[in-house]
């Protein structure tokens, strides 16, 4: 999943998968904890970190959890090649920048986030009493958690973010409405806009743990893929119907993933993100630019790639494209009759469809 907004960076992600359940790293950190041991494992063995390596010995041994567990029960670091393979070098003492900033207070701890934080490289620290263990990257830390644990916090996501895909769909299905009557609100689209990011958010935290779980994360990636299948397709396309020509659906969406989380939940503040140039003080005025359909044309199966937005760059608005006769629709490049009376169809059955839900 391609992600907008992070709560872990690419580097973390990649640094979590290193070391989740099933694999030969977290094998031999697991047998480290057991036997009450700590550890300091940094996942590189480049230039740089070489370069602050002093004492200790020579490896150059392939990796094995075993291996791993015995280096262990020296105090010095651990230096794993960059492609987990090798054991490069153990019981090594590491000296990075001193004036690296560092929130630990622990010695292993404290060197496990400078060495991290100087040099970019994933490093891992053991406690040897708590048998806690940190995940250091990209300027970031994360404490990995025992399965069940972690299994508990996903579906409890999974929950979270049922709940608000269902509050999305109803933002979605007003919007149609809305639209179809021709009195779209800043609210109306904004409501998509916010819900949607806030799904992202918490698919996005999901994908993080799925990624932890290693292994172990087959049913909850079966559940988060069901859920959030083609949502952002479908927030892409909104934003592209009421963007100015100034404005791109990457640049609003980029804006929106930075605000904080009560940010995006208020809907003024949503507003003036995606429209940086309206003022959003009356989010129930009309919106200044009228749809251009992208979203709905996106529905005719027999439109080719790029197709929606032609048609809807041809006609400018969705109103306007709603009262297109087939000899209208044709008169667009590469739109033959067939293909035009299946918009005329789609759009048909779209109206009717808003209707009859309006008397449900």
Same mark, same amino acid.
């Given at each position: 999943?391609?992600?907008?907004?992070?709560?872990?960076?690419?580097?973390?992600?990649?640094a *979590?998968?290193?070391?989740?359940?099933?694999?030969?790293?977290?094998?031999g950190?697991?047998?480290?904890?057991?036997?009450?041991?700590?550890?300091?494992?940094?996942?590189?063995?480049?230039?740089?970190v070489?370069?602050?390596?002093?004492?200790?010995?020579?490896?150059?041994?392939p990796?094995?959890?075993?291996?791993?567990? !015995?280096?262990?029960?020296?105090d010095?670091?651990?230096?794993?090649?960059?492609?987990?393979?090798?054991?490069?070098?153990?019981?090594?003492?590491?000296?990075p920048?001193?004036?690296?900033?560092?929130? !630990?207070?622990?010695?292993?701890?404290?060197?496990? !986030?400078?060495?991290?934080?100087?040099?970019?490289?994933?490093?891992?620290?053991?406690?040897?009493?708590?048998?806690?263990?940190?995940?250091?990257?990209?300027?970031?830390?994360?404490?990995?958690?025992e399965?069940?644990?972690?299994?508990?916090r996903?579906?409890?996501?999974l929950?979270t973010?049922?709940?608000?895909?269902?509050?999305?769909?109803?933002?979605?299905?007003?919007?149609?409405?809305?639209?179809?009557?021709?009195?779209?609100?800043? =609210?109306?689209v904004?409501?998509?806009?916010?819900?949607? %990011?806030m799904?992202h958010?918490?698919?996005? %935290?999901? !994908?993080t743990m799925?990624?932890?779980?290693?292994?172990?994360? =087959?049913?909850?990636?079966l559940?988060?893929?069901?859920l959030?299948?083609?949502?952002?397709? %479908?927030l892409?396309?909104?934003?592209a119907?009421?963007?100015?020509?100034?404005?791109?659906?990457?640049?609003?969406?980029?804006?929106?993933s930075?605000?904080?989380?009560?940010?995006?939940?208020?809907?003024?503040?949503a507003?003036?993100?995606?429209?940086?140039?309206?003022?959003p003080?009356?989010?129930d005025?009309?919106?200044?630019?009228?749809p251009?359909?992208?979203?709905?044309?996106?529905?005719?199966?027999? *439109?080719?790639?790029?197709g929606?937005?032609?048609?809807?760059?041809?006609?400018?608005?969705?109103?306007?494209?709603?009262?297109?006769?087939?000899?209208?629709?044709?008169?667009?490049?590469?739109?033959?009759e067939q293909?035009?009376?299946?918009?005329?169809?789609?759009?048909?059955?779209?109206?009717?469809?808003?209707i009859?839900?309006?008397?449900?």
């Open positions: 999943m391609q992600s907008r907004y992070t709560g872990a960076s690419e580097e973390m992600r990649n *979590l998968s290193r070391v989740a359940p099933g694999t030969a790293l977290r094998d950190i697991d047998r480290v904890v057991r036997a009450k041991l700590g550890a300091l494992l940094v996942l590189s063995d480049d230039a740089d070489l370069s602050i390596c002093t004492g200790g010995f020579l490896v150059d041994a990796y094995s959890p075993q291996r791993l567990s !015995e280096l262990a029960k020296m010095g670091a651990i230096i794993v090649s960059s492609d987990g393979g090798r054991i490069a070098r153990a019981n090594v003492h590491l000296v920048d001193p004036t690296v900033p560092t929130s !630990e207070t622990g010695t292993r701890h404290r060197t496990a !986030e400078r060495v991290a934080r100087s040099l970019d490289v994933p490093v891992i620290s053991a406690s040897e009493e708590m048998g806690v263990i940190n995940v250091y990257a990209s300027g970031g830390k994360r404490q990995l958690q399965v069940g644990h972690l299994l508990d996903a579906n409890q996501a929950q973010l049922e709940r608000y895909k269902v509050r999305l769909d109803d933002a979605l299905t007003n919007l149609t409405a809305a639209e179809v009557e021709d009195i779209t609100t800043v =609210r109306d904004v409501s998509v806009v916010q819900r949607g %990011e799904v958010r918490i698919a996005d %935290e999901i !994908e799925i990624i932890e779980l290693g292994v172990d994360a =087959r049913l909850v990636r559940q988060l893929d069901e959030y299948s083609e949502i952002d397709d %479908e892409d396309l909104v934003v119907d009421y963007l100015p020509p100034t404005h791109t659906v990457e640049d609003s969406l980029e804006a929106m930075k605000l904080s989380d009560d940010e995006v939940l208020n809907l003024r503040t507003a003036a993100t995606v429209w940086s140039d309206q003022d003080h009356d989010i005025l009309g919106v200044e630019a009228a251009k359909g992208v979203r709905l044309l996106h529905r005719v199966s027999k *439109l080719p790639e790029g929606p937005e032609l048609v809807a760059e041809h006609f400018s608005s969705l109103a306007k494209l709603q009262r297109a006769t087939v000899d209208d629709l044709t008169a667009v490049d590469g739109i033959d293909t035009a009376r299946a918009i005329r169809d789609t759009l048909a059955r779209i109206t009717e469809a808003t009859l839900d309006q008397y449900d």
